[in-house]
């Protein structure tokens, strides 16, 4: 199984960026995907994720309104839109898998169960 996220650079506030992460390995429509993002110095937190069927969605409170996700199970892809960057959202984001067939989705990153190797957001202010 590999997770591979792109699309990570540097912005100044204000700015977007749009990351994606291609799946391979895995039956991609039976898996909740979802991005974490971890700063230095600090925890991996839960930013958004997607049900296996595009029916719900969830976002952290922090990027609420500026952040959207969306997936394409025919690519096997799931991306990240990121508007009005703040400084704050600088950090190495991260995609994850979960298999769920459900529309429960996970906001902890111990129920994962694959994930790629990280993209690095910088939002300078």
């Known amino acids: 199984v590999q997770l591979q996220a792109s699309g990570g650079g540097w912005v100044q506030a204000g700015g977007s960026l749009r990351l994606s992460c291609a799946a391979s390995?895995?039956?991609?429509?039976?898996?909740?995907t979802g991005w974490f993002r971890q700063s230095p110095g600090k925890e991996r937190e839960f930013v958004a994720a997607i049900s296996w069927n595009l029916v719900k969605t969830a976002f952290a409170d922090s990027v609420k309104g500026r952040f959207t996700i969306s997936r394409d199970n025919a690519m096997r892809t799931v991306s990240l839109q990121m508007n009005s960057l703040k400084p704050e959202d600088t950090a190495v984001y991260y995609c994850?898998?979960?298999?769920?067939?459900?529309?429960?989705?996970?906001?902890?990153?111990?129920?994962?169960?694959?994930w790629g190797q990280g993209t690095l957001v910088t939002v300078s202010s």
């Open positions: 994850a898998a979960e298999q769920n067939s459900g529309t429960r989705l996970r906001m902890a990153s111990s129920y994962y169960d694959y």
């Open positions: 390995g895995l039956t991609f429509s039976r898996y909740a």
